[in-house]
């Protein structure tokens, strides 16, 4: 079945450090990706997503690019802020299974001052 | 943006009671769905929902049980609550277009069963 495998957590870097998180995929269709963002005790946020091979997501900085070849979607900002610290998931959708999410473990971001 | 609502965000209550939690969303999407997470963890889709009077089980078992008498509420019941059942459990709606299926989370209901 349709599968995403993040890197670990905790990641921890220093603010205006470079992010990346690494992302995954498998799948036999032709997924939907996204990017979601949970803060401290809330919910899910969606960052980003790309449909289609080749499309580049971003929103606030961040940025991840649909890479077929390579079934990856990493996500990467140039310049992390402490409001960045929160647990990101990477996720894909596929039509095929009822546009179901399959997410990944979640990588934690700690960024310090 | 989705408007999806949740309630109640936090829910501190005894074994063996049952809740209720509620899950609202204005933008008449058809397809909604339950994940259930564990703090730090993974999520997992417990129940989904094509659209009224459809209900399906998702990837995780669960002992909780949903209705979709409406389009806009899809409601998840715990019959008779555990402490097993401690989790944070997540509304969604998704989004239908040519562009894709965008899915859309509520704020999440924290459920502890003491």
């Known amino acids: 079945g349709d599968s995403v495998t993040q890197m670990e957590g905790p990641v921890t870097l220093s603010e205006e450090a470079f992010l990346t998180i690494n992302c995954t995929y498998t799948a036999t269709g032709y997924p939907s990706l996204f990017w979601y963002v949970q803060y401290p005790g809330e919910g899910l946020q969606l960052l980003l997503k790309?449909?289609?091979?080749?499309d580049k997501g971003s929103n606030k900085g961040f940025e991840a690019t649909y890479r077929k070849e390579t079934t990856s979607f990493h996500l990467e900002k140039g310049s992390v802020q402490v409001s960045d610290s929160a647990v990101y998931f990477c996720?894909?959708?596929?039509?095929?299974?009822?546009?179901?999410?399959?997410f990944g473990t979640g990588t934690r971001l700690l960024v310090s001052p | 943006e989705a408007d999806i609502y949740q309630t109640p965000r936090y829910l501190v209550i005894g074994t063996g009671k049952k809740i209720t939690l509620e899950c609202s969303q204005t933008m008449g999407h058809d397809k909604m769905y339950w994940y259930q997470q564990d703090p730090g963890m993974e999520l997992h889709l417990i129940h989904y929902?094509?659209?009224?009077?459809?209900?399906e089980k998702g990837d995780l078992s669960s002992e909780s049980t949903v209705s979709r008498i409406r389009t806009e509420h899809f409601p998840l019941t715990l019959e008779s609550a555990r402490p097993s059942h401690t989790s944070q459990y997540l509304c969604?709606?998704?989004?239908?277009?040519?562009?894709?299926?965008?899915?859309?989370f509520g704020e999440g209901s924290w459920l502890t069963v003491v």
């Open positions: 790309a449909t289609k091979a080749d």
């Open positions: 996720a894909l959708s596929d039509q095929r299974s009822f546009q179901k999410l399959v």
């Open positions: 969604a709606s998704s989004e239908p277009g040519p562009s894709g299926n965008t899915i859309y």
């Open positions: 929902s094509y659209g009224v009077n459809s209900t």
